[in-house]
């Protein structure tokens, strides 16, 4: 029996506004009014997100927030919280995975979907579109716009244009048709080469797509062709399955509000550890420390450190952690604290140093340390300890220490 | 007439010199100066500019032994400190083999040296020492080793052989790792060195003649100067006062032995421990 060749289907999901959306989700007090997410309006920041209420009065993304706040006094300012956006599309492309395993992120809010051979699971496009707009919604509680067509460019066209909640169905053969009445604005293209197309008269992509071939790669070289091809509906990139980012957490809640910092280190230490060891038995590395505390007030803040390359090395780890815990504003004690490692990758990426390193060196030293302990016993290294400074007797300033054998 | 002949003799030389070449080579003969001009020697500082510099490379030679010797608080363990302490610099470890169980960490501490990164071991024997030494440094991960002293191994049993046996197998794996290895040796005014150091300075004549009479006086026997690229002698010269109190003392210190740059020189140093172990080379 021969194969049906049929052509793809790819779906793009679109929630605009994404930032707006997770921030709107967790306080309903925001529905309807004009949001601006990326800090607070003394702050020296540039607008991250805005909501539609926002835009109309004119504030658009990346302008200063002083600028924002000119331009909608009346706008809602919050602080950026990337990681919490960054969680909640991964939970949106986790929802998304459960129809097909090739989903591709294509920015903060917007994925595409390859949904070739659902219709034995799911019937008939209408219905696959209703069941993947549902799920998100019911799952995630954020509103999106649904595209399905046979490429990437048309399906992020039609969600683009289908509206809040509802889906846009192109079928094959009718993408040309689909796209001759739209702004050639859709396209990608840069602003020198819009302004010679719309000087040319050519203001939507159907007279875009009418032009001759040679003629438009002659005049705008590979990038018009590019555009040419998107134009009459070609779009040959495929979806690049995306694979969620491995992590590893672990928290611990206190019986009663901390506020001696030590045992708060020891704490984290303690948590960093555990997690260590779990990286160290799976050969793997870290390149994110996500340290969060939950105050006894109710309100919880996050840090987080990105490493310059991935480490499982314990002294490096817990020296960030040191640091990330002098960075944080106590206003009460601490109820509890978690600790995470994001961006775990395998130890095959490190780039292994030329020379023995200092690790390597050190490494050395401990074996042969150990040796001597094992074969002359622990009494015969030591190491001196500062006991008391303004001891006078100079000899009860320092003691010496039996040498502790590592490992 | 004199310079005439001085021209041809010159030109002469040089004529045989390029004759040599063209057959051997250009690299049959060189100058000495030439081959080894702008090699720079890994080394630790001393922590005294003079001293530095009558060392000719900068310091104590890594990968190398090194010998100070001189009679009981002439400076020998305050310049070991202040190597470990230069060695440390880089955040590099360093041991002292504190066979005569005399390092005084708060002293050492006011040397400058990080105790935290300073591994002190204290062997029962000078054969153990020895080979704790030979571990510590096959491991190339100290930056410093101090031996204090080699007079503590007066009381072994063939301490000579001892020593040469040892530093036989210490020569293959320091000259591998860069670490400065130190040996102080205690010379005694009359006593069982039977080293005579007269008052007014040391006298480097006494310890490198080595002949046969002295050679049962010379405890570690003839290895340790044989091995050592460079040996430091150190000797009081006077008391420091100050307002009539004692806050220092000066120390001359000769180059008895340098393999790696002229020896012979000889320089003073001055050590005050008012608070703070502090050293100068005048």
């Known amino acids: 029996m021969a194969l049906k060749n049929t052509s793809p289907k790819i ?39 805005i909501s539609e209420e926002a835009a109309m009065s004119g504030v658009k993304k990346e302008i200063p927030l002083r600028q924002a706040e000119e331009l909608c006094p009346e706008a809602i300012f919050l ?26 992120t294509g920015g903060l809010g917007k994925a595409y979907l390859e949904v070739n051979g659902l219709k034995a699971l799911y019937g008939n496009d209408i219905r696959l579109c209703r069941s993947i707009g549902l799920t998100v919604q019911e799952r995630t509680q954020l509103e999106a716009m649904l595209g399905l067509a046979s490429n990437k460019f048309v399906a992020c066209v039609a969600a683009c244009s289908a509206g809040l909640n509802k889906a846009l169905i192109v079928k094959p053969g009718r993408e040309t048709r689909f796209l ?66 491995l992590s590893l957490e672990a928290s611990k809640e206190f019986d009663s509000p901390i506020e001696n910092m030590d045992i708060l280190l020891e704490t984290a230490k303690e948590l960093a550890g555990s997690l260590i060891g779990q990286l ?24 987080s450190i990105a490493f310059h390359e991935p480490t499982s090395n314990q002294e490096k780890i817990e020296l ?15 109820g509890g604290v978690s600790i995470s490692f994001r961006g775990i990758c395998s130890e095959n990426g490190r780039q292994l140093d030329l020379f023995l390193g200092q690790g390597g060196i050190n490494g050395n030293l401990d074996q042969a340390l150990n040796h001597l302990v094992f074969k002359y016993g622990s009494d015969r290294l030591y190491q001196a300890l500062l006991v008391d400074r303004q001891a ?14 590592k490992g | 007439m004199g310079s005439k002949k001085n021209k041809a003799e010159l030109r002469e030389l040089e004529m045989t010199v390029l004759q040599i070449q063209r057959r051997w080579g250009p690299k049959a003969l060189r100058r000495l100066e030439a081959s080894t001009a702008g090699i720079e020697i890994p080394h630790i500082p001393t922590g005294f500019d003079k001293l530095d510099k009558a060392l000719g490379i900068g310091g104590i030679p890594r990968s190398r032994i090194t010998e100070i010797l001189g009679p009981i608080t002439s400076g020998k363990t305050t310049i070991a400190l202040k190597i470990i302490a230069y060695a440390q610099d880089r955040k ?23 105790l935290r990164k300073l591994l002190i071991v204290q062997p029962d024997s000078g054969r153990e020492a020895l080979a704790i030494a030979n571990s510590l440094v096959s491991s190339r991960g100290l930056a410093a080793i101090v031996f204090d002293s080699v007079s503590s191994l007066l009381g072994e049993t063939s301490s000579p052989q001892l020593m040469s046996e040892a530093l036989r197998q210490l020569t293959g794996p320091l000259a591998d790792s860069a670490c400065a290895l130190i040996f102080l040796t205690s010379l005694c005014f009359g006593g069982p060195c039977g080293i ?62 340098n393999k790696l740059a002229p020896a012979g020189k000889r320089v003073s140093v001055s050590i005050t421990f008012n608070g703070t172990v502090k050293g100068n080379g005048t």
């Open chain 1, 320 to 334: 960030n952690i040191v640091q990330l815990l002098g960075s944080f504003e106590y206003p009460c004690g601490v």
């Open chain 1, 180 to 245: 001759e009445h739209l702004p050639i604005s859709v396209l990608p293209m840069s602003e020198e080469m819009r302004r010679r197309l719309l000087l040319l008269g050519i203001k939507t992509m159907g007279e875009f797509a009418s032009l001759p071939t040679q003629a438009v790669v002659a005049q705008f070289g590979r990038e018009g062709g590019l555009a040419y091809r998107l134009a009459c509906g070609q779009d040959e990139r495929k979806v690049i399955p995306w694979h969620k980012e």
């Open chain 1, 79 to 104: 602080r950026l919280a990337e990681d919490k956006y960054l969680r909640a599309f991964e939970e949106l492309l986790g929802v998304l995975q459960s129809f097909s395993p090739e989903v591709e």
């Open chain 1, 280 to 303: 160290h038995a799976s050969f793997r590395m870290c390149q994110k420390l996500m340290l969060s505390l939950h105050f006894d007030n109710g309100k919880s803040k996050e840090l």
């Open chain 2, 196 to 257: 005579s150091i007269p008052r007014g300075g040391p006298c480097v004549t006494d310890i490198t003649q080595g002949g046969p009479s002295s050679k049962d006086n010379y405890l570690s026997g003839f290895a340790l100067s044989h091995y050592a690229s460079v040996r430091l002698l150190v000797g009081r010269e006077k008391w420091i006062k100050r307002y009539g109190d004692i806050t220092g003392y000066r120390a001359e210190v000769t180059v008895v032995k």
């Open chain 1, 392 to 405: 006078l007797l100079p000899e009860k300033r320092f003691v010496l220490a039996e040498y502790e054998a």
């Open chain 2, 92 to 114: 590099d470890i360093a041991a002292y083999i504190d066979l005569s169980r005399t390092l005084d960490p708060d002293y050492a501490f006011r040397c400058g040296v990080d």
């Open chain 1, 11 to 49: 779906a793009c999901i679109i929630v605009p506004h994404f930032a707006v959306a997770v921030e709107r989700r967790e306080n309903d007090s925001l529905v309807g009014k004009p949001v601006v997410v990326g800090g607070m309006p003394y702050e020296e920041g540039r607008v991250y997100d």
